[in-house]
């Protein structure tokens, strides 16, 4: 996986040929959802068939979403998946305390060759913000956290989309302190509406967020183009850089931008970010 990935596209899992495409469709990452996405009498069948499609690697990596952990169906997903050559990741929704995590770690761990899946909480209630931190650092193999927004703006009764801003910023900050990468952003769940897709992800991305996921792949190149960095942005990196390994310590450019050891940070991830475009 690129260390920076930015796309993630979500697929039924129980539509095979729909995963095939989505495969191709030039995402970083393809999750495949065996949860929200697939009818209750469709379950064991999405199971069964991403099972099979996973038994072997795949051309990009393949992160799956199980069922919810507190419910009938999730030890059967973990069991059958978690496993799998071809599983890169496990998605865990609607995560609300430390223990979830614990529980679904020792029940993946391999016991053969390589080691188990890397793990990534879905928050979706308010409790699952309130403990956030405590979820971002509940266990090593966890790789990851973010939001699931729909069940978010439903748990807290929110109309609007700033009403939103504070768990977002509350999960962006969590997963900094627990030292994981910064979170990617929820779907934006109107396909046709690209135009507030592209605002939207602007938003997310001055939120401190980085990537987004996606429910169909013309979604992906407005998500990518948000979060790379512009051509201004870029040379502005480069300056810094320059600036810091001619002179250590921390300094102003002509310009008045004051820079130190963090400012570089920022920089080389900007360039890191510019290599991929």
Excluded at 4 to 22: F, N, Q, S
């Amino acid at each position: 996986m690129r260390p920076y990935p930015l796309t993630w596209l979500y697929v039924p899992g129980d539509r095979p040929e729909t995963v095939t495409k989505a495969l191709a469709a030039g995402a970083d990452v393809v999750v495949v959802d065996l949860e929200d996405a697939v009818a209750p009498d469709r379950k064991r069948y999405a199971r069964e068939a991403t099972a099979e499609r996973l038994s072997d690697p795949q051309p990009v990596p393949v992160h799956v979403r199980v069922n919810a952990l507190d419910g009938p169906l999730a030890a059967a997903d973990l069991a059958a998946l978690a496993p799998l050559p071809g599983v890169c990741g496990l998605r865990l929704p609607k995560v609300t305390s430390p223990a979830q995590i614990t529980r679904v770690a020792r029940r993946t761990a391999r016991t053969e060759g390589g080691g188990a899946p890397p793990l990534y909480a879905l928050l979706e209630s308010a409790l699952g913000i309130e403990r956030a931190y405590a979820i971002a650092t509940a266990h090593p193999n966890l790789r990851g956290i973010a939001l699931g927004e729909a069940d978010l703006r439903a748990d807290l009764g929110v109309r609007h989309d700033g009403g939103l801003d504070w768990s977002r910023s509350r999960v962006v900050v969590a997963a900094r302190a627990a030292t994981l990468p910064p979170p990617s952003q929820s779907v934006h769940p109107d396909i046709r509406d690209l135009e507030g897709l592209r605002t939207s992800c602007a938003h997310g991305r001055a939120l401190g967020f980085l990537g987004r996921a996606a429910v169909h792949p013309r979604q992906l190149p407005v998500i990518e183009r948000a979060f790379l960095p512009t051509q201004e942005e870029i040379e502005q990196a480069e300056t810094i850089i320059k600036a810091a390994e001619a002179h250590q310590g921390a300094q102003a450019l002509a310009d008045g931008t004051f820079i130190d050891a963090a400012v570089v940070t920022q920089a080389h991830r900007t360039l890191s970010l510019a290599d991929r475009a």
